[in-house]
């Protein structure tokens, strides 16, 4: 968990259960190039910590 951040490292928030932000709003600039690769990946990874904690 990196302290200055809304999130942890699997896109999910600190203060809120059950919140993972899955889109290009965790980008910390603009992309220079179509995004749509990279926000998908991060929502795979999310969905991937999602499922590791339901069935841990």
């Known amino acids: 968990m990196k302290k ?3 999130w942890c490292g699997n896109s999910s928030s600190h ?3 059950n919140l ?6 965790s980008f910390v600039t603009s992309a ?6 990279t926000i998908g990946a ?4 999310a969905a991937d910590g999602i499922w ?3 069935n841990a």
Do not use: E, F, M, Q
């Not at 220079?32 to 690769?37: A, D, H, I, R």
């Not at 991060?42 to 990874?45: E, I, K, P, S």
């Open 4 to 6: 200055g951040t809304p």
């Open 42 to 45: 991060l929502a795979l990874r």
């Open 15 to 17: 203060d809120i259960k």
């Open 32 to 37: 220079s190039v179509n995004p749509t690769s």
């Open 52 to 54: 590791r904690d339901r």
């Open 20 to 25: 993972y932000i899955v889109d290009s709003s």
